[in-house]
C-alpha cells in the first residue's frame, strides 16, 4: 500500500499538472501530460514564465542537455531552484517549484495576512452561515464537498440547493460542487473526488490550489455588490429626506388649517346672555385650551424639531438646503400663531365681559407676570428653533438656551403664586390673559425636554457623522434601539437596558460577559452613551457619501456610459424601490432603442453642493 506521503505526492502531481496547463491554456499553447517529461527542456517553463515576465529568447526545440539547461536556467532566474533537478525529472522539487509558482500567481493575489491564512479567513467568513460546515484548514474540511456547495451557494444560491443536499452523501456533493464550477463558474476541475473523500488527509496544497480558484471567480461578483450597496445607500438617504419633507409640509398645512377652523368658529359664536351660557362657553373653552391647544403646541414644538433635523441631515452628507414653499415656514407658523393668540384673547374677553368684575387688581397682576413669563418662555422656543449651524455651534448654542431653565422655573414659582391669591379669592377668569400656571408650566417642560431632545439629536448626530461606514438605515435603526431603551430619556444607558438593547437586535452575551463590556465602555467614555452603544456595534467598512464616490458607482453599473438605463440598475442588482426612485428624480432622454437614457451624472450635480 502505498505510503500517505506517496498519496499525496500523486495528488499534487495531478493537481498542479492540471493547474498548468489552464495557465498555458489561456495562452494558446498545448496542455502538458506529464510533469516529469514535459517541464524537462525548460520549454513549458517558460512559455508559463512569459505571463508575468519578458524572459527573451531561448531555444523553443532544445535537442542537447547543455539547450535544455540553458532553458530551464532562463525560466528560473524568479526562483530558487537548480537546473539539473528539472533535466532530471526529480518530482519533489518539481512539485515544490510548482507550489511557487501557484503561490504566485494565484494565492499572493490575496490580500492581507500570509497567502494560506488570507483565503482560510475567506472561507471561514463565507461558510460561518452553514451549520454543518467548519473550515479550519485545506484538508480534512473539504472531504464531505459540503465546504464547496457552500461557496457556491454563499455567492451564487440559483446554482445549488444547499438545504436539499443530503449532507451525508460525500461523493456526491462533491461532484456536485465540481460539475457546477466547471459549468456554471468557468473553474476547471483541478481535483478528483477520490482526493477528497477517499484520502486519509486531502493533500494541502492541492486543496489550496483549487480553493483559490474560487476566491478568483468571485471576486468580481463582491465588486458588482459594491456598487449595488452604495448607490442603495444614497438612494435610501435621499428617499428618507423626502418622506420627512413630505410630512412637514403635509402637517404644517393641517395645524394652519385646524388654527383657521376654530377661529372661524369662535367668530360665529353669539352669547344668548345667560350665566349658564357663558359659563359653558367659558367650561369649553378651557377644555380647548387643555386639549386641542396643547396637541398644536406639542405639533408646532415637533414641526420645528423636524425641520431642524432635516437641515441638519442634509448639512451632514453635504447636500442642498430644504427651503420650505411659500406658507409652510416656521415663520409662517409662528405668525398664524400670533394670529391665534390674539384670537383666543378676544375670545377670552368675550366670555369674561358677560361675567361680574372680579378683583382687578388681582388679575391684572397674575396676568402681568404669565404674559411676562410667557413672552420669555416664547423667546426662549424662538431662540431653539432658530438654532443652526455646524453641529459643535449648534450644541453650544443649546447648552447656553438650557443655563436659563433655572431662572424660568424660578419665575414659575412666582407666577404660581400669584395664582393661588386668585384662586383664594375665587376669581376664575381673566380678562387679562389667556395662560394659567397649567399652560405655562406645560410650555415650559416641552421646552425643557425640546432642550433635552435636542441635545441628545445633535450628539447622536456628531456621533453618527463619525460613523460613515455605517448605511443610514443602519444608524436609524441603532439609534431608534437606543432611544426606545432610554426610559428615562438621559441619553445613556444602565446595564439591564444596555442588555435588552443588544438583545433586541439579536446580540446576547452572558451576564459576565455583559458586566465586563459595560465597566470597559464605563470607563472610556464615562456612561453608557449613544457614542459608546453605537461603537459597541460597528464592525463594517467605511462607506462615503461623497459625489465622486457615487459618480464611479454609476459609472460601474452603466458601464462607464455617460448615462444609466433602468435595465443597467437590475442588472447591477439594485432594489426595485431605489431603481424607482431614481427613475423618477433623474433627468431623462429617449435612447436609441426607445429605452429612456437617465443623466446620473447631472442629477448629482444638482443635489450636491
Known amino acids: 500500500?502505498?505510503?500517505?506521503?506517496?498519496?499525496?505526492?500523486?495528488?499534487?502531481?495531478?493537481?498542479?499538472?492540471?493547474?498548468?496547463?489552464?495557465?498555458?491554456?489561456?495562452?494558446?499553447?498545448?496542455?502538458?501530460?506529464?510533469?516529469?517529461?514535459?517541464?524537462?527542456?525548460?520549454v513549458r517553463l517558460i512559455q508559463l514564465m512569459v505571463r508575468d515576465t519578458s524572459l527573451g529568447r531561448y531555444n523553443r526545440n532544445p535537442r542537447?542537455?547543455?539547450?535544455?539547461?540553458?532553458?530551464?536556467?532562463?525560466?528560473?532566474?524568479?526562483i530558487t531552484l537548480v537546473a539539473s533537478n528539472i533535466i532530471d525529472g526529480n518530482l519533489k522539487l518539481i512539485l515544490g517549484m510548482i507550489w511557487t509558482l501557484v503561490l504566485r500567481f494565484t494565492i499572493a493575489d490575496i490580500k492581507g495576512l500570509s497567502a494560506k491564512e488570507g483565503l482560510l479567513l475567506?472561507?471561514?467568513?463565507?461558510?460561518?452561515?452553514?451549520?454543518?460546515?467548519?473550515?479550519?484548514?485545506?484538508?480534512?474540511?473539504?472531504?464531505?464537498?459540503?465546504?464547496l456547495c457552500a461557496l457556491i451557494h454563499c455567492h451564487r444560491p440559483d446554482l445549488i440547493d444547499y438545504d436539499k443536499l443530503d449532507k451525508f452523501d460525500r461523493h456526491g456533493n462533491t461532484q456536485l460542487a465540481f460539475d457546477v464550477a466547471a459549468q456554471s463558474l468557468g473553474i476547471p476541475q483541478l481535483l478528483e473526488v477520490a482526493d477528497l473523500c477517499d484520502s486519509d488527509r486531502p493533500d494541502e496544497r492541492s486543496v489550496m490550489t483549487y480553493v483559490a480558484s474560487y476566491f478568483h471567480a468571485f471576486s468580481s461578483q463582491d465588486q458588482a455588490e459594491t456598487v449595488s450597496r452604495r448607490?442603495?445607500?444614497?438612494?435610501?438617504?435621499?428617499?428618507?429626506?423626502?418622506?420627512?419633507?413630505?410630512?412637514?409640509?403635509?402637517?404644517?398645512?393641517?395645524?394652519?388649517?385646524?388654527?383657521?377652523?376654530?377661529?372661524?368658529?369662535?367668530?360665529?359664536?353669539?352669547?344668548?346672555?345667560?350665566?349658564?351660557?357663558?359659563?359653558?362657553?367659558?367650561?369649553?373653552?378651557?377644555?380647548?385650551?387643555?386639549?386641542?391647544?396643547?396637541?398644536?403646541?406639542?405639533?408646532?414644538?415637533?414641526?420645528?424639531?423636524?425641520?431642524?433635523?432635516?437641515?441638519?441631515?442634509?448639512?451632514?452628507?453635504?447636500?442642498?438646503?430644504?427651503?420650505?414653499?411659500?406658507g409652510l415656514a416656521l415663520s409662517d407658523i409662528d405668525d398664524a400663531w400670533?394670529?391665534?393668540?390674539?384670537?383666543?384673547?378676544?375670545?377670552?374677553?368675550?366670555?369674561?365681559?358677560?361675567?361680574?368684575?372680579?378683583?382687578?387688581?388681582?388679575?391684572?397682576?397674575?396676568?402681568?407676570?404669565?404674559?411676562?413669563?410667557?413672552?420669555?418662555?416664547?423667546?426662549?422656543?424662538?431662540?431653539?428653533s432658530a438654532v443652526e449651524g455646524p453641529l459643535e455651534g449648534q450644541q453650544r448654542q443649546i447648552e447656553k438656551i438650557q443655563t436659563r431653565i433655572p431662572a424660568l422655573s424660578d419665575a414659575l414659582s412666582t407666577v404660581e403664586a400669584a395664582e393661588a391669591e386668585?384662586?383664594?379669592?375665587?376669581?376664575?377668569?381673566?380678562?387679562?390673559?389667556?395662560?394659567?400656571?397649567?399652560?405655562?408650566?406645560?410650555?415650559?417642560?416641552?421646552?425643557v425636554q425640546s432642550i433635552a431632545k435636542k441635545i441628545s439629536f445633535i450628539d447622536n448626530q456628531i456621533v453618527s457623522r463619525n460613523l460613515t461606514n455605517l448605511t443610514p438605515a443602519q444608524i436609524e435603526q441603532f439609534e431608534s434601539t437606543f432611544r426606545y431603551f432610554d426610559k428615562d430619556e438621559t441619553n445613556t444607558l444602565n446595564v439591564s437596558e444596555m442588555a435588552a438593547a443588544l438583545a433586541s437586535l439579536g446580540i446576547v452575551y452572558a451576564d459576565e460577559d455583559l458586566e465586563i463590556i459595560y465597566d470597559q465602555l464605563l470607563q472610556e467614555y464615562g456612561a453608557m452613551t449613544f457614542e459608546a452603544f453605537i461603537n459597541l456595534l460597528v464592525?463594517?467598512?467605511?462607506?462615503?457619501?461623497?459625489?465622486?464616490?457615487?459618480?464611479?458607482?454609476?459609472?460601474?453599473?452603466?458601464?462607464?456610459?455617460?448615462?444609466?438605463?433602468?435595465?443597467?440598475?437590475?442588472?447591477?442588482?439594485?432594489?426595485?424601490?431605489?431603481?424607482?426612485?431614481?427613475?423618477?428624480?433623474?433627468?431623462?432622454?429617449?435612447?436609441?432603442?426607445?429605452?429612456?437614457?437617465?443623466?446620473?451624472?447631472?442629477?448629482?450635480d444638482s443635489v450636491f453642493e
Not at 495528488?11 to 499553447?29: D, H, I, M, V
Not at 398645512?253 to 353669539?270: C, I, N, P, Y
Not at 380647548?288 to 425641520?307: I, P
Open 1 to 42: 500500500m502505498d505510503s500517505l506521503e506517496t498519496l499525496s505526492r500523486n495528488t499534487q502531481e495531478r493537481t498542479f499538472c492540471k493547474w498548468l496547463n489552464t495557465k498555458l491554456e489561456a495562452n494558446g499553447y498545448p496542455p502538458m501530460a506529464s510533469l516529469v517529461n514535459d517541464l524537462s527542456d525548460g
Open 64 to 78: 542537447m542537455r547543455v539547450q535544455k539547461a540553458e532553458n530551464v536556467n532562463k525560466a528560473l532566474e524568479f
Open 122 to 147: 475567506w472561507c471561514q467568513r463565507k461558510t460561518a452561515p452553514y451549520k454543518e460546515v467548519d473550515v479550519q484548514d485545506f484538508s480534512l474540511s473539504w472531504s464531505d464537498g459540503l465546504a
Open 231 to 326: 448607490i442603495d445607500k444614497f438612494a435610501e438617504l435621499m428617499r428618507s429626506i423626502w418622506v420627512s419633507r413630505n410630512d412637514y409640509e403635509r402637517r404644517v398645512r393641517a395645524l394652519l388649517a385646524a388654527l383657521t377652523e376654530t377661529q372661524e368658529k369662535w367668530a360665529s359664536v353669539k352669547f344668548t346672555g345667560t350665566y349658564a351660557d357663558v359659563k359653558e362657553h367659558a367650561a369649553n373653552f378651557a377644555s380647548y385650551k387643555q386639549t386641542t391647544k396643547r396637541t398644536w403646541v406639542t405639533e408646532k414644538q415637533d414641526l420645528a424639531t423636524l425641520l431642524g433635523n432635516v437641515q441638519t441631515k442634509l448639512k451632514t452628507y453635504k447636500l442642498r438646503p430644504y427651503v420650505p414653499p411659500s
Open 338 to 384: 400670533e394670529v391665534l393668540l390674539a384670537s383666543e384673547t378676544k375670545r377670552s374677553r368675550a366670555i369674561n365681559a358677560q361675567i361680574r368684575e372680579i378683583q382687578e387688581t388681582l388679575r391684572k397682576k397674575f396676568a402681568e407676570l404669565a404674559d411676562t413669563f410667557r413672552d420669555r418662555l416664547r423667546a426662549v422656543s424662538l431662540e431653539l
Open 422 to 447: 386668585c384662586v383664594a379669592a375665587k376669581v376664575e377668569e381673566n380678562d387679562y390673559t389667556v395662560f394659567t400656571c397649567q399652560d405655562l408650566e406645560f410650555e415650559l417642560e416641552l421646552v
Open 539 to 604: 464592525d463594517i467598512t467605511e462607506d462615503q457619501t461623497s459625489p465622486d464616490q457615487l459618480r464611479e458607482a454609476f459609472q460601474g453599473a452603466a458601464s462607464n456610459k455617460p448615462y444609466v438605463t433602468e435595465l443597467d440598475l437590475r442588472l447591477a442588482h439594485i432594489p426595485a424601490s431605489a431603481i424607482e426612485y431614481l427613475r423618477e428624480v433623474m433627468p431623462a432622454t429617449p435612447g436609441g432603442t426607445g429605452e429612456a437614457e437617465y443623466d446620473y451624472d447631472g442629477w448629482l
